[in-house]
C-alpha cells in the first residue's frame, strides 16, 4: 500500500507510514497524535500547511505532539476518521485512538491555537509558554477571519457548506468604517453571520464585475449563496437592528 510521506518540517516526531501505524506509535510512545486530513481537491489545505502549522507559536505548542498528514480518501483514515469528517482540511487530535477534538476547515495560527490548547487542558499536559495568553475555546468569541479575495470565499464557502457576505467598502467612506466597527462588530450580528464566510473587496476590485456586481453604493453588502447566487443586497450604512433585518431576509431565501 502507498506510503504517505509527509511535508511538515517543524519539532515534532514525522513518521512515514500509515494512519493505523502512527496511532500504535502515539499510544506506544504514551503521546498524543496530531492527524491533518486532506483531499486532492482541498485549496486550503496548502495554506494550513505551509501558513498555519509553520507560525513560530504553534510549532512550540504542538511540539509534544506526533504529527502526521493522511487524504480522506485512505483506507485507513475513511475506516478510523471516515464518519467524524465533513470536509478538508479537518485535524484531528487523538490519545490512545480516541478523538479528543477536532478543528474543521482552514484556521489562522490566531483561531487554531485555541484548539491545540484546549486538547492539551484535557490531556493535563502542560500550556506551551508562548501560548499562556491564548484563551481558550470554549471562551473566546469567534474571531472575525476575512477571506482576502472572493474567488478564496467561494471556494472556502463551497467546502464549509456557508453562504457568503462580500463587503464593498471604500478606505475614504465614513459609512464604511462605522458600518465594519459598529455594526459588524455586534455580538448579535455575528452570531447571526456564523454560517457565512465574509469578504472584504475595494469598489473597484476588478473581481467584483467578474461575478456580475457592480456597486453603486458603499458601502454595499451582498448576501450570497456559495454558488454566488444573490440572496439580498443591503446598501449604505445600518445599525445592528436593521442590518439583522438584512440578514434574517437572506437566510429565508436559501
Not at 482552514?106 to 509558554?129: I, Q
Not at 479575495?149 to 464593498?168: G, L
Not at 472584504?200 to 453588502?221: F, Q, R, W
Request: proline letters at 4%; glycine letters at 2%; aromatic letters at 12%.
Amino acid at each position: 500500500m502507498k506510503k504517505i510521506i509527509l511535508l511538515i518540517t517543524f519539532q515534532v516526531v514525522l513518521i512515514a507510514g500509515e494512519l493505523t501505524s502512527a496511532m500504535i506509535q502515539a499510544k506506544k510512545e504514551g503521546r498524543p497524535l496530531m492527524v491533518m486530513v486532506t483531499s486532492k481537491s482541498c485549496t486550503f489545505c496548502e495554506k494550513m500547511r505551509t501558513t498555519t502549522l509553520t507560525n513560530p507559536m504553534v510549532e512550540e505548542s504542538i511540539r509534544d505532539f506526533m504529527f502526521i498528514e493522511v487524504d480522506q480518501d485512505t483506507a485507513d483514515a475513511q475506516r478510523f476518521l471516515g464518519k467524524y469528517m465533513t470536509y478538508a482540511p479537518t485535524i484531528f487530535f487523538l490519545s490512545k485512538y480516541k478523538i479528543i477534538n477536532k478543528a474543521e476547515g482552514y484556521l489562522s495560527s490566531t483561531d487554531f491555537l485555541p484548539w491545540v490548547e484546549d486538547t492539551k487542558r484535557k490531556l493535563s499536559m502542560n500550556s506551551s509558554s508562548t501560548a499562556q495568553s491564548t484563551p481558550s475555546y470554549k471562551e473566546s468569541a469567534p474571531s472575525i477571519d476575512w477571506m482576502y479575495d472572493i474567488p478564496s470565499a467561494v471556494d472556502y464557502a463551497k467546502q464549509t457548506r456557508k453562504q457568503i457576505m462580500i463587503f464593498v467598502n471604500s478606505s475614504r467612506s465614513k459609512w464604511s468604517r462605522e458600518l465594519e466597527s459598529k455594526t459588524l462588530s455586534s455580538s448579535r450580528v455575528k452570531g447571526a453571520l456564523n454560517n457565512f464566510v465574509w469578504v472584504k473587496v475595494e469598489k473597484n476590485d476588478a473581481s467584483l464585475a467578474s461575478y456580475g456586481l457592480n456597486p453603486t453604493h458603499v458601502p454595499t453588502v451582498y448576501f450570497m449563496t456559495a454558488e454566488m447566487r444573490e440572496l439580498v443586497v443591503s446598501k449604505g450604512f445600518f445599525d445592528a437592528n436593521d442590518f439583522l433585518k438584512y440578514i434574517n431576509y437572506a437566510k429565508s431565501k436559501i
